[in-house]
């Protein structure tokens, strides 16, 4: 007898393709999801990056700690700490902008396209 698993995922059919998000209707609608992806986009990319950075002005704060050189001063650490977070701040909203003014371009240029089964 069969007995169906109550944990397992159902299953989609072979042909089904996967869910896509609605077009936006409005072009404001496409100037925030624009900017929303604009903004995933460099958080994905710039992100790390910027970890990386802090990483190394961290370990070089260290580095000068343990040689025996004192505890460094706010004036010598703050480009060292800081820079890596004002570069990872505007990286992001350099990203919202461009896909603020991205968007609406591509949304007008898909609503003029003539669809496949008009």
């Excluded at 496409?30 to 995933?40: D, P, Q």
């Amino acid at each position: 007898m069969d007995e169906i698993n109550p944990y397992s995922a159902p299953e989609a059919p072979m042909g089904e393709a996967r869910a896509r998000r609605p077009p936006p209707r409005s072009i404001f609608q496409a100037t925030r999801r624009g900017a929303w992806v604009g903004l995933k986009w460099t958080t994905l990319i710039i992100g790390p990056v910027a970890l990386l950075m802090l990483f190394l002005g961290l370990a070089l704060i260290g580095y000068q700690v343990v040689s025996g050189r004192g505890t460094p001063t706010f004036a010598a650490t703050r480009g060292l700490l800081l820079g890596p977070f004002g570069f990872y701040l505007s990286s992001c909203l350099w990203g919202v902008i461009i896909g603020a003014v991205l968007a609406p371009l591509i949304y007008l240029v898909r609503r003029d396209r003539p669809r496949k089964g008009a």
